[in-house]
């Protein structure tokens, strides 16, 4: 502990392999015994700043302060909060800092939380910046696969939508890259293919290769995960277009078939209809454990950001 | 052609043909009052051909804009009819308020008080990257 101390999170590749590594170690020791964290937090503010909707993050980072003793303070959407009033994220911030000990910022403009970061001296957390980076995710995933493969190289990814605007996508793909020997599968449909600052990061990455394909079933039979996403409709431009794309990559339990025994599938949720519910009593469907893993490798960020003793 | 020589200011020399107004747009020369001198497409026994500018009275140039511009130009800084000073372009790594992003999801399209920066991530294609969106940009 301590080398995180202060620190801002902004993209998955801010923390080097070996802090990522103690923080997954202290999110596995929380899950193990929740209770000797319960006021490692204690008097501690966390600000949440939500100029979009969010449920999911929003409630596990709030989650993930309650159960370490701390409280919480925020925003969810923009006309709840000064930017209404027409206040810029910088002057938001500086007031907000005021006043809390740490701060994380959803925002549907790319680069905010790091406008945020640069203008006050309380660790800020990106939480999502509009289809750019989710790093919190990110640690969700490669906490999960830790969990669930027992190691971070060596693995065939496959993943499957919306690759183009896809956040979370992009920000795995820039985590897995830096470990050994990584395959990636990129299956989407050729009007949602991973932008090419992704494409140089699999490029630049320890050893990484990439395939990229229009159908799921070639690719499943090879994979050790299968990460879904969401074709999100807030990204489309028009109604047609969505309407026309949203069905083309769903899991089924057929396609489950092909799949090899040990593969997980992971999504970052919410699902729409991309996995149909039958694959969730599949023992490889692993997204709903990816949630709860998220609660913990977020009390283990809080807690690092802000120095607390373990 | 002939041009006569500058008792003072800056001769930016070797400029890839074709490219001076696009130099002198990003000098953020004053044409309506500065004495310029644009030269296209002189001879040039390295290049073939080149592009010359010559800006009297001025002797400030931003060298971060200027490498990025044209690494390849040469500029040589005029006091009483003499080079005093050479400057050595080189493609820099950071600039600052010299491109600005063009991505519209990007903060810079809705914080007017922050400045657009880039970064260089691709020197051999000269490619820059927005330190806020990542947004790849190429700048010529």
Partial sequence: MGTLQGRDLMEPLDFSAEESEELFDLSMRIMEDPKAYARACDGKLLATLFYEPSTRTRFSFEAAMLRLGGRVIGFSGEQSSSAAKGESIADTVRTVACYADIAVMRHPKEGAPLVAAQSSDIPVINGGDGGHQHPTQTLTDLLTIRKEKGRLSHLRVGLCGDLKFGRTVHSLIKALSRYEGMEFYLISPEELVVPEYARKDIANGNGSRCMELTRMQEALPHLDILYMTRVQKERFFNEEDYVRLKDSYILDANKMKIASPDMIVMHPLPRVNEIATEVDDDPRAVYFKQAKNGMYVRMALLMSLLGVEN | ?140
């Fill in chain 2, 1 to 140: 052609m002939e041009v006569n020589s500058i008792e003072k200011g800056i001769v930016i020399d070797h400029i890839r043909a074709g490219f001076a107004m696009k130099v002198l747009e990003y000098l953020d020369v004053d044409i309506a009052n500065d004495t310029v001198a644009v030269i296209m497409n002189a001879a040039s026994r390295k290049y073939g051909k080149k592009d010359i500018i010559k800006i009297e009275n001025v002797t400030d140039a931003d060298p971060a804009a200027l490498g990025l511009l044209d690494h390849t130009a040469t500029v040589n800084i005029i006091e009483n009819g003499k080079i005093s000073r050479k400057i050595k372009l080189s493609l820099p790594q950071r600039v600052v308020n010299v491109v600005k992003c063009k991505n519209p999801r990007c903060v810079t399209s809705i914080e007017p008080s922050i400045p657009h920066v880039f970064r260089l991530v691709d020197a051999e294609r000269e490619e820059y990257s927005c330190a806020y969106c990542d947004e790849i940009a190429k700048v010529l």
